[in-house]
């Protein structure tokens, strides 16, 4: 790995989080895991270890992951904002990685619901006045990354106008074995790069399955 990063994941305790955290302290990074309780991410970080033959991470308060020099959020779609607002300080001008998917499941279809900024990074960047949003990871099964034996074969889009936010995304993401990050453009890509998880996940749904992408014709640095 070139560099190692100092990264604290917001509402890391849940599944995608805490997935994106064996993941990138398996590629080698020091990661905080937040919550809104300390005991529980201590208690996570406690299964890691038992589960992930040692594996270290650092289970703390989304106040103390939202120090670190990068930053993830992993928060369901309708408690992000309340979650950063007190945090809004500390993260901006930092990388912030948005994963977060506005969405909702209706008679098994997950259907996307569209914040008024047009999307969930929207949200973020206009709460924290800043550029340094970017957006990656929306498309990984969390099963998948929770399960190391499982071999990851996918690519992540990823969108920004910071340069180096972007490029801190892009060597994150692929730090991670077997995933290739794609950047695609700006945070106006954001509302349709998270809008269309729904599709995955229905699709994952009516044929039982992990639909992720991977995108052909292009070759991408
Ligand atoms: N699941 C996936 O496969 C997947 C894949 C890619 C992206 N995503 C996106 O990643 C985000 C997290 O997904 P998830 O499945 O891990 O969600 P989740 O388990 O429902 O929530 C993640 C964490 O957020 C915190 N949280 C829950 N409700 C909250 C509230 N009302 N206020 C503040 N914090 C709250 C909880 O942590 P504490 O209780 O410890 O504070 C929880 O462990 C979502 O936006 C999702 O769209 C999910």
Not at 166 to 186: A, D, F, H, W
Not at 192 to 216: D, N, P, W, Y
Request: aromatic share 4%; glycine share 8%.
């Amino acid at each position: 790995m070139n560099t190692k990063y100092d990264i604290g994941i917001i509402g890391g305790t849940g599944d995608a989080g805490c997935g994106l955290a064996v993941r990138l302290a398996k590629a080698g990074h020091v990661v905080t895991i937040g919550s809104r309780e300390e005991q529980k991410a201590k208690q996570v970080e406690n299964n890691i270890i038992a589960n992930y033959n040692g594996l270290k991470t650092r289970g703390a308060t989304n106040q103390e992951a939202a120090t670190c020099p990068i930053v993830i959020v992993a928060t369901p779609w309708d408690a992000t904002i309340a979650t950063l607002r007190p945090l809004k300080d500390e993260l901006k001008d930092k990388t912030v990685v948005s994963m977060v998917n506005s969405v909702i499941m209706e008679n098994k279809e997950m259907h996307s619901v569209i914040p008024s900024s047009g999307s969930m990074a929207f949200e973020i960047a206009n709460l924290l006045k800043s550029d340094t949003v970017t957006g990656a990871f929306h498309h990984l099964p969390a099963k998948q990354l929770l399960k190391l034996e499982t071999q990851l074969d996918q690519d992540v889009v990823i969108f920004g106008d910071s340069d180096q936010a972007v490029e801190q995304t892009l060597e994150l993401t692929n730090s991670i074995k077997n995933l290739k990050g794609v950047y695609v453009g700006s945070i106006k890509l954001s509302f349709a790069v998270e809008a269309f998880t729904s599709v995955l996940v229905s699709a994952s749904i009516r044929h039982k399955g992990h639909a992720s992408i991977k995108l052909t014709g292009i070759k991408p640095k």
